[in-house]
């Protein structure tokens, strides 16, 4: 039977694309903090395919700022991707304070730089 399927992040609505990418409060999260790294509060708030395909990519002077903001969406949607696979399918759950010090160490790991 092919039918509406319940989200495994917020078990609210809907699993669709930009729920799952944009709608849970775990990637909201994830949006949020990169807002606040950026300096950007409303990163985030367009639909997610918005948010991509709009993606500017030079949004800031310094060239490693530069890297780190073509590089963050990305990061968001893999491991918000990861997150769903390991509830749907381990039954694992990870905080998004878990999945934000991923993040950090994906971005850290992209640049060539040592974990801290």
Same mark, same amino acid.
Do not use: M, Y
């Given at each position: 039977m092919i039918g509406p399927s319940v989200c495994v992040m917020c078990h609210r +609505?809907?699993?669709?694309?930009?729920?799952?990418?944009?709608?849970? +409060?775990w990637v909201r999260a994830m949006?949020?903090?990169g807002g606040a790294l950026f300096g950007k509060p409303r990163l985030g708030e367009a639909t997610i395919q918005d948010t991509i395909e709009n993606w500017i990519e030079k949004a800031f002077q310094n060239v490693i700022l530069n890297r780190?903001?073509?590089?963050f969406p990305g990061i968001v949607v893999w491991e918000t991707w990861k997150?769903?696979?390991?509830?749907?399918?381990?039954g694992r759950k990870r905080q998004p304070a878990e999945a934000w010090t991923l993040i950090q160490a994906h971005i850290k790991e992209t640049l060539g730089l040592k974990r801290c």
């Open positions: +609505d809907e699993e669709t694309i930009g729920n799952l990418f944009q709608g849970c +409060d949006w949020e903090k780190i903001w073509e590089i997150e769903r696979n390991n509830r749907k399918f381990e």
